[in-house]
């Protein structure tokens, strides 16, 4: 890296490596905190050694990001001198911009970077973006973390949580307060003291738990506590709510906003909303009957003044010529497309101006140049101060768009009248460079071996230097920095390299230039060559600075072009495009690279070496030519780098020498094929990046020899056998134990045989085996094949040998049928079968071993190869050992046995059983099969005999005792049963006979009888006898009566018993009652009985009830036993199953209602979910109602309309009836009526005069009635009888009503009550309803029809527009056929006048002095009219003249004034109304 800065961190010494760390000062600051998370932009701000806020004014990492590829930020020119000491800062504070860096007082503006203004917006450029972010310290950090651990709930499950707990808390306080508002209390101070706790334990654990984005401080937790306090205090313990007070009339005010809202709806408005005294209270006339008004003012001088605080600015000159034209035109077309342009501040005192002309300078040229801005209202302007006493005079700032460099003065400003503004005497001109603009780029010249190449994306990578390639001259460097700019300038470059941030700095002492313009004086004036060299100083020149490193360190090299800054103090930040702000490591490290960021990926050189499996494994390696063992070996590498790689390797055998390569796609478990013996050497290794170097060590493989045998025998000789009995076999062995030998021995006695293939194994190189035959013969061995280690499929060898051999005898002992017998019972005799090898006739000696006795005996003469030992007959009990001890054939061989022997157990009787019955046998349900136990000691399997006495087949039946698997010699089982009955034993036996416990010998099977239940018929009838009575019946009950029989049941088992039985039941008004296809409803029930029980019949419901037994289970039959349909007693196991019960109906009666002239009168019912009596209603006309004098008379009336009652029975009952009656009075005590002897089943009732004889509600209910049976209907408790009128209807009740119509008559609170009035908009129209508290009025309001529900004695209705009103028709609610009608009641409702000031618009009028102005003003309405104007101060709104003007018959009128002030009107009043009413 090359560049010199000063007073930066690097130091002053000239070019300086980046490389060494020893000679770089990396910026640090105390007090950074260590960042966990694993991006690289984290990496970048965490691991940077500085404040993540407290970098300073040319770090990009204080505040928000941008997707601007620049930014820039201007301070004052006379800033300059200040630039190097500024860089020299650790630490400038935390309260510098993320995007614009610079000196306080230099905000963004929307068209530039320009100087610091302070004023109220109207349409201001946009702020600049000024954010601090905080400082993170331990403690910090920790009080935003939350005090429920993460692994316990995460975060958005805290607030989630969190969140739905404030809301249930609030719905549940919600709650309390309507239901609080609705009791007649409306306080409490249970709710108070409650929702003071809870509120102050949710706003505490608010505070204490830390939830992020959900925590507390303590002040707003207080705070929080204290309004909930005032809010329980309003809610729960006042009467009078502050809130409520506050709240109401808001609410009033929406809810009838919202009702003209929806009453505007046409057709359908009117008839939702209708007359709601909501919109009745809260109707307002509109303010729209007084519009307008005049102001009048004189306004003074005006001054402008440019660029005031003299700041300097600059513009991307660069930038914006590179874009084509036509993009430049719609960028310029288009304002909501305008690109951030520089903007110079003009300061204006006074009126608005109309236009602006100003003076430009160029820097290349030095020409003036005049330009004017005609429309001003296109610049962005902000308002400083206003002064309402100078009429529309403000001090405001605007902003001038400048896109070239150069000087700028402002020439001249004039307002739309002409008058031109004076300017500022002696202000400089306004200095705007070109923003300084840096760069980075790649170096060309970099060498061969660096491997350094630029990928598709911008990037670069190179291979890990060394030592070496670090001695050479790398001075060169990679990265070159073009700057252009207002020279001096000082560029800030962070370099991140694997998370370790520096921060390089470079200034302009030693760049080099790129261009430097030259201006020849032949074709100028000296004034023009002087012009130009007096503004030469400001324009933009071009330096190259270039940055080395010596990547020693593999890894990634990330380099930031941070910041420039010029000589005017001009910073710019570069930006890196993308979401995530200006240095997102991740994003230069996946996307495309930037003007402004470069990386460098420096790969670590790759290596390779032999696998750990070679260092461990046993050297050198075998090849093998055998198909089991390795041809070839796979020889693991340790490769590292990045794939794919490419290994070179030579094989050195003997002075052959082989150079290959091999490539590798994947790193994992890299091998290299050996096929051929030789010293394997890895040369080098190279990867997708870099070459590398690979280890010394070498790997040999060997070719194994094939293993070989040398083969000698001897003869074994045995001089009393007649010579050689066998062969004595050596062999010397080489290759790789273990080893395995194969021959094949084959008797050439027998030539037709097949010889027998054998094989010895060794572990030696050298063994010795020996063949020793049974038969005698010639014998040949042929050895065909040998194996070993390396060879274990095996190589051919080929080598016989020859021995002739004399045989020795031998015995062993034979099986018979597969076993050799080994049990044997005392007294019996044992034959064991041997069978003998050899040359007969043979002799055999064996011993006989029984309790430490041993016998010999010797058997001579055998012929033939098997032969029977006889044993026994055996006296005692016992094992018996019966060992070969010596044969010898009929040559005298003798030949001793060993270990050839075999035990004989002898037992000394047989099994053992008998039966284990039970004391009263083994009892069995019917139809289950029958288990006997028995119990059996003995050798198992037994073989149990046994029959059953009596049988007359005399058949024996056979049973086999197999042993348990958890018992000894003694077990008990069972054996099975045919049918009931007595067993016997007869006989047992395994191997030996066994015998008969005869105390046990016989055992008894008997079958538990089945459960039965009937009907016990004492108490019940029938009718007829023998085979044609009838079914068994209980006796007749009455519908509603208790029942006082029951049925009692016969039981026959083992109880409880389970019973289920069927009701059939057929309703009393079925024609076919007690035949089966016709049953109403068939019920089952189940009934638990224990020894003596009865089945309680049904009730409620009239009609035959039939009851049938369908089955019965006890205690040893758990499976229900069904039972015969029968209804007379077979057996005394089967009795009656089927009986019947009949309940006959109640005498039900209604009373009905007849005209006197026999006609039914319709009843209607009041009421649709309660039982209430029906009712007839009587209307009466207005004044017909009785007074206390007219008793008589309206009794009569009474008479005259009143209906005839009759009670009507159905003919279910059987007459004669009684019936008891409760007539309920309009006023006074119910009366019981008590109607006998009825015949028929109807009979009238005439109430009495004194019963019936006011207007009112009549009420009468049959209490009891009863038939010729007994048969009782109670329709009322007799407990209620006499208590007073009922809450509820019942049955059998009847109401009639007399009503007398309604009236309506206008309130006296209303226009209408005066007939001298007139009705205007806005007017209430009230009427006092008289009658019952329910009522439908109908009206006419402007030709629409309207019928509303009134619940109050006044109705009112709003006259929101004129036209005509007419109440028509008043109707009772209850009775809708009883209303009253109205021709009386028509009223025309007036408009409200109205008057226009200036056309109904707020005028503002500047005049000068003397002026006249004609304000003209325009009324509507009925004439004569009668207004009020007044003339206010515009500073104060003080009344300054109030004029009245009356009877004025025309519809215009003008005031003529040189007055400043605002004229307006206050009153208007026309022939029928005013405005505002009085």
């Given at each position: 890296?090359?560049?010199?800065?000063?007073?930066?961190?690097?130091?002053?010494?000239?070019?300086?490596?980046?490389?060494?760390?020893?000679?770089?000062?990396?910026?640090?600051?105390?007090?950074?905190?260590?960042?966990?998370?694993?991006?690289?932009?984290?990496?970048?701000?965490?691991?940077?050694g500085?404040?993540?806020?407290?970098?300073?004014?040319?770090?990009?990492?204080?505040?928000?990001?941008?997707?601007?590829?620049?930014?820039?930020?201007?301070?004052?020119?006379?800033?300059?001198?200040?630039?190097?000491?500024?860089?020299s800062?650790?630490?400038?504070?935390?309260?510098?911009?993320?995007?614009?860096?610079?000196?306080?007082?230099?905000?963004?503006?929307?068209?530039g970077?320009?100087?610091?203004?302070?004023?109220?917006?109207?349409?201001?450029?946009?702020?600049?973006?000024?954010?601090?972010?905080?400082?993170?310290?331990?403690?910090?950090?920790?009080?935003?973390?939350?005090?429920?651990?993460?692994?316990?709930?995460?975060?958005?499950?805290?607030?989630?949580?969190?969140?739905?707990?404030?809301?249930?808390?609030?719905?549940?306080?919600?709650?309390?307060?309507?239901?609080?508002?609705m009791?007649?209390?409306?306080t409490?101070?249970?709710?108070?003291?409650?929702?003071?706790?809870?509120?102050?334990?949710?706003?505490?654990?608010?505070?204490?738990?830390?939830?992020?984005?959900?925590?507390?401080?303590?002040?707003?937790?207080?705070?929080?506590?204290?309004?909930?306090?005032?809010?329980?205090?309003?809610?729960?313990?006042?009467?009078?709510?502050?809130i409520?007070?506050?709240?109401?009339?808001?609410?009033?005010?929406?809810?009838?906003?919202?009702?003209?809202?929806?009453?505007?709806?046409?057709?359908?408005?009117?008839?939702?909303?209708?007359?709601?005294?909501?919109?009745?209270?809260?109707?307002?006339?509109?303010?729209?009957?007084?519009?307008?008004?005049?102001?009048?003012?004189?306004?003074?001088h005006?001054?402008?003044?440019?660029?005031?605080?003299?700041?300097?600015?600059?513009?991307?000159d660069?930038?914006?010529?590179?874009?084509?034209?036509?993009?430049?035109?719609?960028?310029?077309?288009?304002?909501?497309?305008?690109?951030?342009?520089?903007?110079?501040?003009?300061?204006?005192?006074?009126?608005?101006?109309?236009?602006?002309?100003?003076?430009?300078?160029?820097?290349?040229?030095?020409?003036?140049?005049?330009?004017?801005?005609?429309?001003?209202?296109?610049?962005q302007?902000?308002?400083?101060?206003?002064?309402?006493?100078?009429?529309?005079w403000?001090?405001?700032?605007?902003?001038?768009?400048?896109?070239?460099?150069?000087?700028?003065?402002?020439?001249?400003?004039?307002?739309?009248?002409?008058?031109?503004?004076?300017?500022?005497?002696?202000?400089?001109?306004?200095?705007?460079?070109?923003?300084?603009?840096?760069?980075?780029?790649?170096?060309?010249?970099?060498?061969?071996?660096?491997?350094?190449?630029?990928?598709?994306?911008?990037?670069?990578?190179?291979?890990?230097?060394?030592?070496?390639?670090?001695?050479?001259?790398?001075?060169?460097?990679?990265?070159?920095?073009?700057?252009?700019?207002?020279?001096?300038?000082?560029?800030?470059?962070?370099?991140?390299?694997?998370?370790?941030?520096?921060?390089?700095?470079?200034?302009?002492s030693?760049?080099?230039?790129?261009?430097?313009?030259?201006?020849?004086?032949?074709?100028?004036?000296?004034?023009?060559?002087?012009?130009?060299?007096?503004?030469?100083?400001?324009?933009?020149?071009?330096?190259?600075?270039?940055?080395?490193?010596?990547?020693?360190?593999?890894?990634?090299?990330?380099?930031?072009?941070?910041?420039?800054?010029?000589?005017?103090?001009?910073?710019?930040?570069?930006?890196?495009?993308?979401?995530?702000?200006?240095?997102?490591?991740?994003?230069?490290?996946?996307g495309?690279?930037?003007?402004?960021?470069a990386?460098?990926?420096?790969?670590?050189?790759?290596?390779?070496?032999?696998?750990?499996?070679?260092?461990?494994?046993?050297?050198?390696?075998?090849?093998?030519?055998?198909?089991?063992?390795?041809?070839?070996?796979?020889?693991?590498?340790?490769?590292?780098?990045?794939?794919?790689?490419?290994?070179?390797?030579?094989?050195v055998?003997?002075?052959?020498?082989?150079?290959?390569?091999?490539?590798?796609?994947?790193?994992?478990?890299?091998?290299?094929?050996a096929?051929?013996?030789?010293?394997?050497?890895?040369?080098?290794?190279?990867?997708?990046?870099?070459?590398?170097?690979?280890?010394?060590?070498?790997?040999?493989?060997?070719?194994?020899?094939?293993?070989h045998?040398?083969i000698?025998?001897?003869?074994?000789?045995?001089?009393?056998?007649?010579?050689?009995?066998?062969?004595?076999?050596?062999?010397?062995l080489?290759?790789?134990?273990?080893?395995?030998?194969?021959?094949?021995?084959?008797?050439?006695?027998?030539?037709?045989?097949?010889?027998?293939?054998?094989?010895?194994?060794?572990?030696?190189?050298?063994?010795?085996?020996?063949?020793m035959?049974?038969?005698?013969?010639?014998?040949?061995l042929?050895?065909?094949?040998?194996d070993?280690?390396?060879?274990?499929?095996?190589?051919?060898?080929?080598?016989?040998?020859?021995?002739?051999?004399?045989?020795?005898p031998?015995?062993?002992?034979?099986?018979?049928?597969?076993?050799?017998?080994?049990?044997?019972?005392?007294?019996?005799?044992?034959?064991?079968?041997?069978?003998?090898?050899?040359?007969?006739?043979?002799?055999?000696?064996?011993?006989?071993?029984?309790?430490?006795?041993?016998?010999?005996?010797?058997?001579?003469?055998?012929?033939?190869?098997?032969?029977?030992?006889?044993?026994?007959?055996?006296?005692?009990?016992?094992?018996?050992?019966?060992?070969?001890?010596?044969?010898?054939?009929?040559?005298q061989?003798?030949?001793?046995?060993?270990?050839?022997?075999?035990?004989?157990?002898?037992?000394?009787?047989?099994?053992?059983?008998?039966?284990q019955?039970?004391?009263?046998?083994?009892?069995?349900?019917?139809?289950?099969?029958?288990?006997?136990?028995?119990?059996?000691?003995?050798?198992?399997?037994?073989?149990?005999?046994?029959?059953?006495?009596?049988?007359?087949?005399?058949?024996?039946?056979?049973?086999?005792?197999?042993r348990?698997?958890?018992?000894?010699?003694?077990?008990?089982s069972?054996?099975?049963?045919?049918?009931?009955?007595?067993?016997e034993?007869?006989?047992?036996?395994?191997?030996?006979?066994?015998?008969?416990?005869?105390?046990?010998?016989?055992?008894?099977?008997?079958?538990?009888?089945?459960?039965?239940?009937?009907?016990?018929?004492?108490?019940?009838?029938?009718?007829?006898?023998?085979?044609?009575?009838?079914?068994?019946?209980?006796?007749?009950?009455?519908?509603?009566m208790?029942?006082?029989?029951?049925?009692?049941?016969?039981?026959?088992?083992?109880?409880?018993?389970?019973?289920?039985?069927?009701?059939?039941?057929?309703?009393?008004?079925?024609a076919?009652?007690?035949?089966?296809?016709?049953?109403?409803?068939?019920?089952?029930?189940?009934?638990?009985?224990?020894?003596?029980?009865?089945?309680?019949?049904?009730?409620?419901?009239?009609g035959?009830?039939?009851?049938?037994?369908?089955?019965?289970?006890?205690?040893?039959?758990?499976?229900?036993?069904?039972?015969?349909?029968?209804?007379?007693?077979?057996?005394?196991?089967?009795?009656?199953?089927?009986?019947?019960?009949?309940?006959?109906?109640?005498?039900?009666?209604?009373?009905?209602?007849?005209s006197?002239?026999?006609?039914?009168?319709?009843?209607?019912?009041?009421?649709?979910?309660?039982?209430?009596?029906?009712?007839?209603?009587?209307?009466?006309?207005p004044?017909?109602?009785?007074?206390?004098?007219?008793?008589?008379?309206?009794?009569?009336?009474?008479?005259?309309?009143?209906?005839?009652?009759?009670?009507?029975?159905?003919?279910?009952?059987?007459?004669?009836?009684?019936?008891?009656?409760?007539?309920?009075?309009?006023?006074?005590?119910?009366?019981?009526?008590?109607?006998?002897?009825?015949?028929?089943?109807?009979?009238?009732?005439?109430?009495?005069?004194?019963?019936?004889?006011?207007?009112?509600?009549?009420?009468?209910?049959?209490?009891?009635?009863?038939?010729?049976?007994?048969?009782?209907?109670?329709?009322?408790?007799?407990?209620?009888?006499?208590?007073?009128?009922?809450?509820?209807?019942?049955?059998?009740?009847?109401e009639i009503?007399?009503?007398?119509?309604?009236?309506?008559r206008?309130?006296?609170?209303?226009?209408?009550?005066?007939?001298?009035?007139?009705?205007?908009?806005?007017?209430?129209?009230?009427?006092d309803?008289?009658?019952?508290?329910?009522?439908?009025?109908?009206?006419?309001?402007?030709?629409?029809?309207?019928?509303?529900a009134?619940?109050?004695?006044?109705?009112?209705?709003?006259?929101?527009?004129?036209?005509?009103?007419?109440?028509?028709?008043v109707?009772?609610?209850?009775?809708?056929d009883?209303?009253?009608?109205f021709?009386?009641?028509?009223?025309?409702v007036?408009?409200?006048?109205?008057?226009?000031?200036?056309?109904?618009?707020?005028?503002?009028?500047?005049?000068?002095?003397?002026?006249?102005?004609?304000?003209?003003?325009?009324?509507?309405?009925?004439?004569?009219?009668?207004?009020?104007?007044?003339?206010?101060?515009?500073?104060?709104?003080?009344?300054?003249?109030?004029?009245?003007?009356?009877?004025?018959?025309?519809?215009?009128?003008?005031?003529?004034?040189?007055?400043?002030?605002?004229?307006?009107?206050?009153?208007?009043?026309?022939?029928?109304?005013?405005?505002?009413?009085?």
């Open positions: 890296m090359s560049g010199r800065q000063s007073g930066g961190p690097v130091g002053s010494q000239g070019l300086t490596p980046v490389g060494s760390p020893n000679r770089i000062a990396r910026q640090q600051v105390p007090g950074n905190t260590e960042n966990t998370r694993s991006t690289f932009a984290e990496r970048v701000y965490q691991n940077t500085r404040l993540p806020n407290g970098i300073g004014q040319f770090s990009p990492f204080n505040g928000p990001r941008t997707t601007q590829p620049t930014e820039r930020v201007t301070t004052s020119a006379n800033a300059t001198e200040g630039i190097r000491a500024q860089l800062q650790r630490d400038l504070g935390a309260g510098s911009s993320a995007d614009v860096l610079a000196s306080a007082g230099s905000p963004r503006k929307k068209s970077i320009i100087g610091n203004t302070s004023a109220a917006k109207r349409a201001p450029p946009p702020p600049a973006v000024s954010q601090q972010a905080p400082v993170k310290k331990d403690g910090a950090t920790k009080a935003h973390e939350s005090a429920i651990p993460t692994t316990v709930l995460d975060l958005p499950s805290q607030r989630m949580y969190a969140l739905a707990t404030l809301g249930f808390m609030a719905a549940w306080k919600l709650f309390n307060a309507l239901a609080l508002n009791d007649a209390n409306r409490s101070f249970y709710l108070f003291f409650k929702w003071c706790v809870l509120d102050t334990i949710i706003w505490y654990c608010g505070w204490r738990l830390h939830i992020p984005r959900l925590t507390l401080s303590t002040n707003v937790m207080y705070a929080l506590v204290a309004l909930s306090v005032f809010v329980n205090l309003n809610l729960f313990f006042l009467s009078e709510s502050v409520t007070i506050a709240v109401k009339p808001m609410a009033i005010s929406i809810a009838s906003s919202w009702l003209r809202t929806i009453k505007g709806i046409p057709l359908l408005g009117p008839r939702l909303v209708g007359d709601s005294d909501l919109l009745i209270d809260s109707f307002e006339l509109d303010e729209e009957h007084i519009l307008g008004r005049h102001t009048i003012h004189v306004l003074p005006s001054l402008t003044h440019m660029n005031p605080e003299s700041k300097s600015f600059c513009i991307d660069a930038q914006m010529y590179a874009e084509p034209w036509y993009q430049r035109l719609a960028l310029g077309l288009f304002s909501h497309n305008h690109r951030p342009q520089t903007a110079i501040p003009i300061l204006v005192n006074g009126t608005h101006p109309e236009t602006i002309s100003y003076a430009y300078t160029s820097f290349e040229t030095g020409q003036r140049h005049l330009r004017t801005i005609k429309n001003t209202g296109a610049l302007m902000e308002t400083n101060a206003v002064y309402p006493a100078l009429g529309n403000v001090m405001a700032t605007y902003y001038l768009p400048v896109t070239e460099v150069g000087a700028y003065e402002i020439y001249s400003v004039k307002d739309r009248k002409g008058l031109e503004f004076r300017t500022a005497s002696q202000a400089p001109p306004t200095i705007v460079v070109a923003c300084p603009q840096a760069h980075l780029q790649w170096n060309g010249v970099v060498p061969e071996r660096d491997n350094f190449v630029v990928g598709g994306n911008g990037h670069a990578s190179i291979c890990q230097r060394t030592d070496q390639d670090q001695a050479d001259d790398l001075s060169s460097g990679l990265i070159q920095v073009v700057a252009r700019g207002y020279e001096p300038m000082e560029i800030s470059v962070v370099r991140l390299v694997n998370g370790d941030r520096e921060v390089i700095s470079l200034d302009s030693q760049p080099q230039p790129l261009e430097r313009i030259q201006h020849s004086g032949s074709d100028m004036d000296a004034a023009q060559l002087a012009a130009i060299e007096k503004w030469s100083q400001y324009r933009a020149h071009s330096s190259v600075y270039t940055l080395s490193d010596t990547f020693l360190r593999p890894g990634e090299y990330v380099y930031k072009l941070e910041s420039i800054r010029d000589a005017a103090n001009h910073s710019v930040v570069m930006s890196n495009t993308g979401p995530k702000g200006m240095f997102d490591g991740d994003k230069a490290g996946s495309k690279a930037t003007p402004y960021m990386r460098v990926q420096v790969h670590r050189r790759p290596s390779v070496g032999w696998g750990d499996a070679l260092h461990i494994a046993e050297l050198p390696l075998r090849l093998s030519e055998d198909p089991a063992r390795k041809s070839e070996y796979a020889l693991p590498l340790r490769l590292s780098g990045t794939g794919p790689w490419i290994v070179r390797y030579e094989i055998n003997g002075e052959q020498k082989i150079r290959m390569s091999k490539k590798f796609v994947d790193g994992a478990k890299p091998t290299i094929e096929q051929q013996p030789g010293t394997y050497h890895l040369v080098d290794v190279s990867d997708s990046h870099c070459g590398g170097q690979a280890e010394k060590t070498n790997v040999t493989l060997e070719l194994a020899p094939k293993p045998v040398n000698t025998s001897a003869p074994i000789t045995a001089h009393e056998c007649g010579g050689e009995i066998g062969a004595l076999v050596d062999l010397e080489m290759g790789r134990p273990p080893f395995a030998i194969y021959y094949r021995e084959r008797n050439l006695r027998f030539p037709n045989s097949r010889p027998i293939t054998r094989k010895v194994r060794s572990q030696q190189r050298r063994h010795s085996f020996k063949v035959p049974e038969l005698a013969g010639t014998y040949e042929e050895f065909f094949q040998l070993d280690d390396n060879y274990p499929s095996g190589q051919p060898i080929s080598q016989t040998i020859t021995q002739e051999i004399h045989a020795q031998s015995a062993k002992i034979d099986t018979v049928n597969g076993h050799i017998p080994t049990r044997a019972c005392m007294g019996e005799e044992l034959e064991l079968p041997v069978r003998l090898k050899g040359q007969g006739p043979w002799q055999l000696t064996y011993n006989v071993v029984y309790e430490n006795r041993r016998t010999a005996k010797t058997v001579t003469g055998i012929e033939d190869e098997s032969y029977t030992i006889a044993l026994g007959a055996f006296k005692q009990p016992g094992d018996y050992t019966v060992e070969l001890a010596q044969v010898k054939d009929g040559n061989c003798a030949r001793d046995l060993i270990d050839v022997s075999t035990v004989i157990n002898v037992r000394e009787g047989g099994p053992r059983v008998g039966f019955c039970p004391d009263n046998g083994v009892r069995v349900l019917d139809g289950e099969q029958a288990q006997i136990p028995i119990y059996v000691q003995g050798e198992f399997p037994v073989e149990v005999r046994y029959h059953k006495i009596g049988d007359a087949s005399k058949h024996v039946y056979t049973a086999t005792i197999k348990n698997t958890y018992q000894g010699s003694s077990q008990v069972s054996v099975m049963a045919f049918g009931p009955g007595e067993y034993l007869v006989s047992a036996s395994d191997i030996c006979a066994g015998t008969i416990d005869q105390q046990s010998s016989r055992c008894s099977v008997i079958v538990e009888p089945k459960p039965s239940v009937w009907f016990v018929t004492d108490g019940l009838r029938r009718e007829g006898e023998g085979a044609d009575a009838g079914i068994w019946k209980l006796h007749e009950s009455c519908e509603g208790a029942l006082q029989n029951t049925f009692e049941l016969g039981l026959q088992g083992s109880g409880p018993w389970k019973i289920e039985y069927q009701v059939e039941f057929w309703a009393a008004n079925n076919r009652s007690g035949v089966p296809g016709f049953v109403d409803r068939t019920t089952t029930h189940t009934l638990v009985a224990m020894q003596t029980s009865t089945l309680k019949p049904e009730c409620c419901d009239p035959l009830y039939r009851y049938t037994l369908l089955s019965v289970s006890d205690e040893r039959y758990q499976k229900p036993q069904q039972l015969l349909r029968t209804a007379q007693a077979i057996s005394s196991q089967v009795g009656v199953t089927v009986v019947e019960h009949m309940i006959t109906k109640s005498p039900f009666a209604e009373l009905r209602a007849y006197p002239e026999g006609t039914a009168l319709e009843m209607q019912s009041r009421g649709a979910f309660r039982r209430q009596p029906p009712s007839i209603k009587y209307c009466l006309a004044g017909q109602s009785r007074s206390d004098n007219e008793a008589q008379s309206w009794a009569k009336k009474l008479h005259e309309h009143l209906p005839v009652f009759r009670i009507e029975f159905a003919e279910s009952g059987q007459p004669p009836f009684q019936a008891w009656v409760e007539v309920f009075p309009a006023s006074g005590p119910s009366e019981v009526v008590h109607v006998s002897d009825i015949a028929g089943y109807s009979q009238p009732i005439i109430l009495p005069d004194h019963v019936a004889s006011q207007i009112g509600l009549y009420h009468m209910r049959l209490v009891k009635t009863k038939d010729a049976r007994g048969c009782e209907h109670q329709f009322v408790d007799p407990n209620e009888v006499g208590l007073g009128r009922p809450d509820k209807g019942i049955a059998g009740g009847i009503e007399y009503i007398e119509a309604p009236n309506a206008p309130a006296s609170s209303s226009p209408a009550s005066d007939p001298t009035r007139n009705v205007c908009v806005g007017d209430v129209l009230a009427f309803l008289r009658g019952l508290n329910s009522w439908n009025v109908e009206y006419e309001y402007n030709k629409l029809h309207r019928s509303i009134v619940n109050k004695r006044l109705f009112r209705r709003i006259a929101d527009t004129p036209g005509n009103f007419t109440l028509q028709k109707c009772h609610r209850s009775a809708n009883c209303c009253s009608e021709d009386d009641l028509s009223y025309t007036h408009d409200i006048p109205r008057v226009r000031v200036s056309g109904g618009r707020d005028v503002y009028q500047d005049i000068l002095e003397g002026d006249m102005v004609d304000i003209r003003l325009e009324l509507k309405g009925t004439p004569p009219f009668t207004f009020t104007w007044q003339r206010r101060s515009i500073e104060s709104s003080k009344v300054l003249d109030s004029h009245t003007v009356k009877d004025l018959m025309e519809f215009e009128y003008t005031i003529s004034t040189a007055s400043e002030g605002t004229f307006e009107v206050t009153f208007i009043q026309d022939r029928y109304c005013q405005y505002p009413k009085a």
